[in-house]
């Protein structure tokens, strides 16, 4: 790849007016303004660093999910079948501490191999996921619909729709500390916060420093364009629903040992938190546009906003109404933004302005609109 190609590295928010500068930093001022407002109402209990601490625990769980549909959003698809993904998986992970009964015997495996199932099964549902839309055509809103009950629907057969509880194991057995995901902290934050980060920072590394990141954003603005350049756009596909799978899975791993019980109906409409969160960060549900720096924020909005809701006493109704308003307002500036956009630079592609990235066999003349996103 030749230097030339690259499009000079600018500043953020650079050239921006004041009104274009709020909307680009929206979620952060939004976030800002919810803490503001929620410690003035609650000083003695919102902004203490207990409770921001175990804010953020919550949030990690919204965040990883979060993360998972923001790669399947950046194809131009969608997957409504992340919460009913976490809740199979932390029930897979339940009864795999509860032992495997082989030839009369109870088979106890250890917690990293309850835990290397559970993402796999988190995989497995990703993978079908992927098939169903990149291989077999079928509309990525049908295909997870038609996922989202059949993985709660075996979630509940498991089990009988029955809560799996006495997580904890035994030391004889060998299957203890899988509640060190939910309880323990490294330095003081706890454990669910660090993979919330190092998740993150893969994701980021993922979209911003890899070919695939760059197939990614190429394909999700203008998929045909990037077929046509050389793009594997099928297992380009597959592999964003493999990844919210996993992201799945590892939140349900988190939130499994949180409340040291498997119940077949955890996750209930985490779906929709997720989809939530990816939009209040600023990416397209046209595919193509997005980062997890926002979608991270999105995700704290939406936490931090129903945590202060509650400690102030409203409704969780009420809390349902507050959250659907933040998401309809996050769509209309996300297309007060695009066409912002689309007037500071004419020449940006109207679907997302994504085109072909510059990989080996892909149009390098793309480079600049590919780049652009990348950093935006």
């Given at each position: 790849m030749s230097h030339t190609a690259l499009s000079p590295r600018r500043r953020p928010f650079q050239g921006l007016t004041l009104g274009a500068f709020l909307l680009e930093a929206r979620a952060f001022l939004?976030?800002?303004?919810?803490?503001?407002?929620?410690?003035?109402?609650?000083?003695?209990?919102?902004?203490?660093?207990?409770?921001?601490?175990?804010?953020?625990?919550?949030?990690?769980?919204?965040?990883?999910?979060?993360?998972?549909?923001?790669?399947?959003?950046?194809?131009?698809?969608?997957?409504?079948?992340?919460?009913?993904?976490?809740?199979?998986?932390?029930?897979?992970?339940?009864?795999?501490l509860q032992g495997f009964p082989i030839g009369g015997v109870i088979l106890y495996p250890p917690v990293w191999v309850v835990v290397i199932l559970a993402v796999a099964t988190g995989a497995l549902v990703g993978l079908i996921n992927g098939v169903l839309v990149a291989r077999l055509k079928v509309a990525p809103f049908v295909a997870t619909l038609g996922m989202m009950y059949v993985v709660r629907g075996l979630a509940q057969l498991t089990t009988n729709g029955l809560t799996v509880n006495n997580l904890s194991g035994k030391p004889e057995l060998g299957n203890t500390g899988f509640e060190w995901l939910g309880f323990n902290s490294i330095l003081g934050i706890p454990v669910g916060v660090w993979i919330m980060v190092i998740v993150s920072l893969a994701a980021s590394l993922l979209l911003s420093r890899t070919v695939y990141g760059r197939w990614l954003y190429a394909q999700g603005g203008n998929r045909r364009a990037a077929e046509l350049s050389g793009v594997p756009v099928r297992k380009v596909s597959v592999r964003a629903y493999v990844i919210a799978g996993v992201c799945a899975a590892i939140a349900g791993v988190i939130l499994t040992s949180e409340l040291t019980s498997a119940g077949p109906t955890q996750g209930t409409s985490y779906e929709l938190t997720a989809i939530a969160a990816v939009v209040i960060g600023g990416a397209s549900l046209m595919g193509g546009t997005g980062n997890v720096r926002g979608t991270l924020l999105g995700a704290f909005v939406i936490g931090f906003l129903a945590a202060g809701l509650t400690i102030v006493g409203i409704s969780a109704y009420v809390q349902t109404v507050f959250t659907g308003a933040v998401i309809v307002l996050a769509v209309l500036l996300n297309g007060i933004q695009l066409r912002s956009r689309r007037q500071r630079k004419p020449g940006t592609p109207a679907a997302g302005g994504a085109s072909a990235p510059p990989a080996d066999g892909v149009d390098a003349a793309s480079t600049d609109s590919i780049t652009e996103n990348a950093r935006s």
């Open positions: 939004a976030l800002l303004v919810i803490f503001v407002i929620f410690s003035i109402l609650a000083p003695t209990a919102f902004p203490t660093l207990s409770n921001i601490i175990v804010m953020c625990q919550q949030v990690s769980v919204y965040a990883i999910l979060a993360i998972g549909m923001l790669v399947v959003i950046m194809d131009g698809g969608i997957d409504l079948s992340v919460g009913s993904t976490l809740g199979l998986s932390g029930m897979v992970a339940g009864l795999a």
